[in-house]
């Protein structure tokens, strides 16, 4: 699965780089493959702040002109809402999120955050305001205080402790030699997926975002620090608008509404019990999902 996990990891990592470019930080790592972005609309303006509203406006999009990979998108999502996205490999579900932090601009219809379109926002602005918490967290090589503080270089360390506490990371932590001074390798080696899950939880809690990315793990992680996680999460998505692309039934069922995409179209939309009522896609997803997923 990791290959369809790439699109994301770029992303993140653009976002990553963005972020020290923005607090002027030093460049801690080289992207290999950014994509080539046209600079910001003349009028663009920063954001003051952000509320968290998005809307898709019939907005298609293709990576190539003759076939597109998102038709017709249209959906509303209030300030605060925890959103599934859910469907197929290549539904999507990636680009989506990749035009939401126009990673690319829509070819027809708008995105609108607040109710702005959101290629009138400078790109550093929009993304100030949104966090990613990714199936592989980046990790660089220098200390967990570090690695935690990326999420927010100026935050001080009673902040960095506080974030790793509400993330279930501290209990961790404290058991490591070293403590928050203990270094990490570039990646993270010596310590687990979950481990390295929970350290992401607490960056993404110090960069306080309006808008929360998250791509949920699929490798097994034990059931303890599962747990830990989940509990994590829910601080984090606590009053943030939140995105999940989700593979848990349980998340799925908890999201405040799902959006179920196929073949680039947005086909239902609505609650658990909602779309298992349409008797639609969704049904026979979830009915092919239960025998497979981890409930
Ligand atoms: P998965 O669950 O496998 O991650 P997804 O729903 O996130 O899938 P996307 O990654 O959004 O799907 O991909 C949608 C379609 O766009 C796929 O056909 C994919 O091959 C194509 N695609 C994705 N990224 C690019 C790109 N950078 N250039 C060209 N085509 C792309």
Do not use: C
């Not at 949920?216 to 996680?229: F, G, L, N, Q, Y």
């Not at 896609?281 to 009915?287: G, M, V």
């Amino acid at each position: 699965a990791r290959q369809f996990t790439r699109p994301l990891n770029d992303l993140a990592n653009q976002w990553n780089t963005l972020l020290s470019a923005i607090a002027g930080a030093e460049r801690v790592f080289e992207v290999m493959d950014e994509p080539e972005e046209s600079s910001d609309e003349q009028a663009a303006v920063e954001l003051k702040q952000m509320d968290g509203a998005i809307a898709f406006e019939q907005v298609s999009f293709g990576y190539d002109n003759n076939r597109p990979t998102l038709n017709g998108i249209s959906f509303k999502v209030k300030p605060g809402e925890m959103i599934a996205l859910v469907g197929p490999t290549g539904a999507g579900k990636t680009t989506l999120i990749q035009l939401l932090s126009r990673f690319y601009d829509a070819d027809s219809g708008r995105v609108t955050v607040d109710g702005r379109d959101i290629r009138s926002i400078k790109r550093e602005s929009l993304r100030s305001y949104m966090a990613f918490v990714l199936q592989d967290t980046f990790l660089f090589k220098g200390t967990i205080r570090e690695n935690i503080r990326f999420g927010r270089l100026d935050a001080t360390d009673e902040e960095v402790e506080q974030a790793a506490r509400l993330a279930n990371a501290e209990p961790f932590i404290l058991r490591m030699k070293g403590g928050y001074d203990k270094v990490l390798d570039i990646g993270g080696s010596g310590i687990s997926q979950g481990q390295k899950q929970l350290l992401a939880i607490a960056r993404a809690i110090l960069a306080n975002p309006s808008i929360l990315v998250l791509d949920e793990a699929t490798s097994s992680i034990d059931t303890v620090t599962e747990i830990k996680i989940q509990e994590g999460l829910e601080r984090l998505m606590e009053g943030r608008t939140s995105f999940v692309i989700a593979h848990r039934l349980n998340t799925i069922r908890s999201a405040d509404r799902i959006l179920v995409l196929k073949d680039g179209r947005l086909l239902e939309q609505g609650s658990h019990d909602e779309l298992l009522r349409q008797n639609g896609f969704y049904r026979d997803l979830y009915a092919s999902q239960l025998r497979k997923m981890a409930l």
